[in-house]
């Protein structure tokens, strides 16, 4: 036990991640481990609330956890690992789900939204705010650094944990959404107006972590600017730029007026040449260990057998005391069968 805050991250495997999911994900995450007892958990039980195959989600999972180590995450600092991996995750939720309502559920803008238009809705959509409470709950998490969209899923978990521990006696810490200030907001290098996402806008835009390094070059030269020759921050009239020189804020750590000054003058061609190099400076490390870890699976498995453990034995005091307050009867091992006999004996 340490004084330190616990801190809760729950990551979605999903497709191919971009310079986007970077500076407004893995990025934050490195921060974010430093802060306190962080655990990051892939959350591919979540994945099946809708629609996907089961290769793409084995590919997910084990992408997404290869380029949260890629990225910085330590697994000796931290705890990374599959939700799957921890079954008290899919028990919390259960327990979760008897003190948590169905009027409460229903109000879900996210489920509403996803839900909307599809011939398949499942059940495990409309319950998927009951598993995230677990997830935060079952480790007494204080902070859940998390996107603004997510907000009324932590308000919904904090709601769940005050019931609980009322009707059952205390059991949880009630958790506090921290909700960063949006890190820069990358956008297509095609379509500076939309966000940059593989599912949407044109794909010469769209940097993806694993791009070769003349495939980001190129797509940095060809990235779209304005008729003017200033290198200035203004989103409202410069989108194009002002990506340009919040990608470049990102690789390299310099603030957007410092860029501003140094590049006073510079011209479109030289500047959009250096954001692609300082982009490939800033993934070619992170690639390397991506690849590593991606051609030796079992270093991948292990490290998050390591993180499963850990996460284990966090969580396992917590879904006891849950079982107990309400009332079930342990299980002892041995009691009801004795000791096994060969069969026919
Ligand atoms: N719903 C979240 C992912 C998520 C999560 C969590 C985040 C699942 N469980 C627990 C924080 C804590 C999302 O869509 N980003």
């Not at 996210?110 to 959509?125: H, N, P, R, T």
């Not at 980001?216 to 990506?243: L, Y």
């Not at 804020?249 to 030289?270: F, H, I, K, M, Q």
């Not at 991948?300 to 396992?316: C, D, I, M, P, W």
Request: proline residues 5%; charged residues 30%.
């Amino acid at each position: 036990m340490t004084d330190e805050p616990r801190i809760f991250s729950g990551i979605r495997a999903t497709g191919d991640k971009t310079l986007g999911n970077y500076s407004g994900g893995y990025r934050q995450y490195v921060a974010t481990q430093e802060q306190g007892e962080a655990f990051f958990c892939i959350v591919d039980l979540h994945s099946i609330t809708t629609p996907i195959e089961p290769d793409d989600l084995r590919e997910y999972t084990l992408s997404g956890a290869a380029m949260l180590f890629a990225t910085g995450l330590d697994p000796d600092r931290s705890t990374v690992f599959a939700q799957s991996h921890v079954v008290a995750h899919a028990e919390a939720a259960w327990l979760l789900s008897a003190a948590t309502s169905f009027g409460e559920l229903r109000r879900m803008t996210q489920f509403k939204e996803k839900s909307e238009g599809q011939d398949f809705v499942s059940a495990g959509l409309f319950t998927y705010p009951v598993l995230m409470a677990g997830d935060i709950l079952l480790y007494q998490t204080d902070i859940v650094p998390i996107g603004d969209d997510q907000r009324q899923h932590v308000e919904l978990t904090r709601d769940v944990a005050e019931r609980f521990n009322q009707r059952y006696g205390e059991t949880f810490t009630v958790p506090r959404g921290v909700y960063p200030e949006e890190g820069a907001r990358i956008k297509n290098l095609q379509e500076p107006e939309r966000l940059m996402s593989t599912t949407r806008g044109a794909p010469q835009g769209v940097v993806r972590m694993v791009d070769e390094p003349d495939v980001i070059r190129k797509k940095f030269k060809t990235a779209v600017t304005d008729s003017e020759r200033e290198i200035r921050h203004d989103p409202e009239a410069k989108p194009g730029i002002s990506n340009l020189l919040e990608i470049m804020s990102v690789a390299t750590g310099d603030p957007v007026a410092e860029l501003e000054r140094r590049y006073d003058g510079a011209g479109y061609g030289r500047f959009k040449e250096d954001v692609g190099e300082a982009v490939v400076a800033l993934l070619s490390p992170i690639q390397d260990r991506y690849r590593e870890l991606r051609a030796d699976e079992r270093e991948l498995q292990r490290l998050l057998a390591v993180g499963a453990e850990k996460a284990r034995r966090a969580s396992e005091p917590t879904l006891e005391a849950m079982y107990e307050r309400m009332g079930f009867v342990k299980a002892e091992a041995g009691r009801l069968f004795g000791a096994a006999r060969p069969r026919g004996l």
